[in-house]
């Protein structure tokens, strides 16, 4: 039977720019970290809450100041290269998405199921609506990712099946 055929296309196209977006986003992040460096993260914390008119004496926004005070050099720069390692990841995801190229669905299947575990071990600890909705997504896009592999392997299948190749020997026969 003859597989439906359908149109990936915008699904696809959604997906590649959420992936682009974030991959952006985390390499713009990565950048902030650098500039951090030699900078007393905690001073620019403070002066922050000021400017937004947050209470600082808030025991949530006391807590970060107080973390921020403790970020050193060397923490900034790892989590700047963590930045550019997921952003370049993700990056190359929505790329490889944008131009449908096979192997990109691969790539973001795997990728974005092996956080699926952290997801939800985040969401054991702590539930919030952010964390339950990036699970949702991320399942979301495994889903469908999935599900195309599965017809494109179908579809390949079938044109083996109703189009064989012909071979040299039959070729030369005629």
């Given amino acids: 039977m003859k597989p439906k055929h359908h149109n990936p296309g915008k699904a696809l196209r959604l997906i590649a720019g959420f992936k682009l977006f974030k991959g952006s986003l985390l390499f713009l992040a990565g950048f902030g970290a650098l500039a951090l460096i030699h900078r007393d993260v905690g001073d620019l914390g403070e002066n922050l809450v000021h400017f937004l008119h947050f209470d600082p004496d808030n025991h949530y926004i006391h807590s970060a100041l107080m973390k921020l005070d403790l970020v050193t050099p060397k923490q900034l720069k790892l989590l700047s290269i963590g930045t550019f390692f997921y952003s370049a990841l993700l990056l190359t995801e929505g790329i ?30 702590h539930v919030t609506v952010s964390r339950c909705f990036i699970l949702v997504v991320n399942v979301a896009i495994v889903s469908y990712l999935l599900r195309e ?4 392997r179908e579809e390949k299948l079938y044109e083996r099946i109703s189009h064989p190749p012909v071979s040299e020997s039959a070729a030369t026969n005629d």
Avoid at 116 to 124: G, K, Q, T
Avoid at 149 to 152: A, D, G, P, S, Y
């Fill in 96 to 125: 490889g998405l944008w131009l449908k190229k096979h192997w990109a669905e691969w790539l973001t299947v795997i990728a974005s199921s092996l956080f699926i575990p952290v997801e939800i071990y985040e969401i054991f600890r």
């Fill in 149 to 152: 592999l599965k017809h494109n």
